[in-house]
């Protein structure tokens, strides 16, 4: 029979990468929890229209990447692209923000759904690490998301970082913006990308962070966002900037910077890093104030980012860090003989019971094959039991790194390791 292939651009994670997984995901959990935020867990699958409204008509995203499919009962359904629009969504449905005043800081871990050509760092399927912070419209908590991330990072030992900021400004402003760029590009749209002069009518901020050349000459000279900014949005940025250097954070303005999503507002940020080649974005994020109520929600102030995990790992992976990998300790019972199988079968439940972890080859291969696979498992200790170990009711406990071994009562065997 043939093999059956994963979808293109779809990446299994392997026991051999999992820990590495594991371990992003702790930091991310251990960082989240110092700054108060807790888990929100929502699901893969929203109906079609919550990223119609949320992410926005004109984006990418919506138009050309999202797995969308009707169920069996008719409704049009989408792999989430993207998490903020299910975690605003989950936090109005679980009353989470439906007070006045009230607050609520949440991170998620999972996987989104984008049908992008799949290149080294883009996925059709790739996981976040993102928080979203809401009820507070203040410049503080801009910085707090931007904090939190850039300790992950640190955390995760990632090097060669980049936080670049920009501002749009308020619904006013971000209009205004928007008006001042057509007005640039309309007199050059003939130089513009096939894409680009559809995005002029429907999303020209878009056309600013275009990857094609001609649009990058286009756009070159654009009056910045900066100049569109009312009073309030630039002193919110200028002290999101303050706040920043305050807590020793390098940053640079982009003035190009836009992001993918329409619901941006204010500030947004991007966090680029070194060996990651052409998708050198890790993670970024913004303030999306309009986006609540947007979604049928109270009127309430959204800030949060997204960060890439597999281009964490490749950035590690490239830049020649290594993540802590927590010590095996795996106890590998071997047996001489069918008793001593019986025997070490009981051994290895009590073991397990006892918090350590344990394994053997129950099939009755030789001793030899059972040390060699103890060996590729990597294990730390071998207990080996035969005839003579079983009448005088004792074990022999091997050290695989120094290959030392001692004869010790059956009964002292749970506390010699633990205390090892
Ligand atoms: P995003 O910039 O689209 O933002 O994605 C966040 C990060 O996810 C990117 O910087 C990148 O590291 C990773 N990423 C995105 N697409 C792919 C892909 N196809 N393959 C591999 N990695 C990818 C958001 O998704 C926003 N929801 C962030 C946010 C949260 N803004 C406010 N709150």
């Known amino acids: 029979m043939s093999k059956i292939a994963a979808p ?3 990446l299994d994670i392997l026991p051999a990468e999992s820990w590495k997984w594991q371990t992003v995901e702790r930091l991310a959990r251990e960082v989240s929890a110092l700054y108060h935020f807790a888990e929100i867990r929502t699901p893969i699958f929203e109906h079609t229209e919550l990223f119609h409204r949320g992410v926005g008509e004109a984006s990418d995203i919506v138009n050309k990447e ?3 499919f009707d169920d069996r009962g008719g409704r049009s359904i989408t792999l989430r692209p993207e998490g903020t629009a299910g975690v605003v969504r989950a936090a109005i449905d679980g009353g989470l923000i439906n007070q006045e005043g009230a607050r609520a800081k949440v991170f998620y871990l999972g996987p989104n759904f984008r049908y992008e050509r799949p290149a080294a760092g ?3 399927q790739h996981h ?7 009820g507070v419209a203040e410049p503080e908590q801009d910085v707090e998301c931007i904090l939190l991330q850039m300790d992950f990072y640190r955390r995760c030992g990632v090097k060669d970082l980049e936080l670049q900021v920009n501002s749009l400004g308020d619904r006013e402003s971000k209009q205004r913006y928007r008006d001042t760029l ?3 590009l309309t007199p050059k749209q003939a130089q513009l990308s096939e894409d680009s002069q559809r995005r ?4 020209p901020l878009r056309i600013l962070d275009s990857k094609d050349t001609n649009d990058q000459a286009a756009v070159r000279g654009a009056p910045p966002a900066a100049e569109s900014l009312s009073d309030n949005s630039h002193r919110h940025f200028e002290r999101v900037q303050h706040l920043l250097g305050a807590a020793g954070v390098t940053f640079r303005v982009n003035p190009n910077l836009v992001r993918g999503f329409d619901y941006y507002t204010e500030t947004l940020w991007e966090v680029t890093a070194g060996g990651l080649g052409a998708q050198n974005a890790i993670g970024g994020g913004g303030r999306y104030d309009n986006l609540v109520e947007q979604l049928g929600g109270r009127p309430t102030p959204g800030v949060g980012f997204g960060s890439g995990i597999e281009r964490l790992l490749i950035a590690l992976e490239s830049q020649g860090v290594s993540l802590p990998r927590p010590e095996p300790k795996l106890v590998w019972l071997v047996s001489h003989g069918d008793a001593a199988r019986e025997a ?10 006892a918090g350590i ?3 053997m080859d129950p099939s009755g291969r030789s001793v030899k094959s059972q040390f060699k696979v103890a060996d590729r498992e990597k294990a730390a200790y071998c207990v080996v039991v035969g005839d003579s170990e079983l009448t005088s009711d004792t074990v022999v406990l091997k050290r695989l790194a120094t290959a030392e071994q001692s004869t010790i009562p059956r009964a002292d065997l749970i506390a010699t390791l633990k205390s090892d």
């Open 122 to 124: 883009r996925y059709r």
């Open 357 to 359: 972890a344990a394994d």
């Open 66 to 68: 999202m797995y969308t």
């Open 344 to 353: 070490n079968w009981k051994l290895m439940a009590e073991l397990r019971a």
């Open 182 to 184: 057509v007005a640039f």
């Open 200 to 203: 002029l009518t429907t999303n």
């Open 8 to 10: 293109r651009g779809m």
């Open 128 to 134: 976040q690490f993102g928080v979203e912070a809401f």
